[in-house]
């Protein structure tokens, strides 16, 4: 599967717990994005990503979230402490990083904190 | 501050006739402009695109237009398919930014 790849599908924490979600980009694709949804509300754009950079984190709360993608390995999203309200659907994207070209997304990670 | 709206959360329309999703976007240096369709529990899937430098784009029975002037742009699904029932979003972008804003959906049921 050539496709943006998200692990795992479905993560439960309890508060105070961190989380750690995954995203392998598509073959080829070394630009990553990550956004979030919240229930009933549309997707928040959190960080931009390219190797080893973090190009924009301005969606990005300032505590407790990170963000990461090494020279090897996939893309990660860490939250620390996790709270009810981080509870949401998580989507990871990637792209070529030409001009104008569309994201692909995986299917996400749903976390939910109980 | 949101910079993409979708003001239609949900559209019911009958199998076989037009669907139109509307967007409006209040940044002017937005110049690339894109539709996804989103099912539950799976990731949005790429539609259509344009660019601010044309006014149509068209693939099969989806077309997307622009109006610079009104900065508003449309989806029209023709005809109108079961299967399309589905979230659509729409985003934007542009040049020197890789940042995509989504606007927050219109819920679309096709009825057969």
Redesign the interface.
Known sequence: NAG?M?NPRHLVRRRGQEARLRCSPMKGHS?V?W?RQLPE?????MV?LQKENI??E?GMPKERFSAEFPKEGPSILRIQQVVRGDSAAY?C?S?S?T??S???????TRLTVT | DQQVKQNSPSLSVQEGRISILNCDYTNSMFDYFLWYKKYPAEGPTFLISISSIKDKNEDGRFTVFLNKSAKHLSLHIVPSQPGDSAVYFCAASYSGTYKYIFGTGTRLKVLA
């Open positions: 943006v998200q630009h994005y956004y509300e549309g997707l928040k754009f931009y190009i924009d301005s989507f994207a792209s990083g001009v104008h569309p994201l692909h997304f995986g299917n996400g």
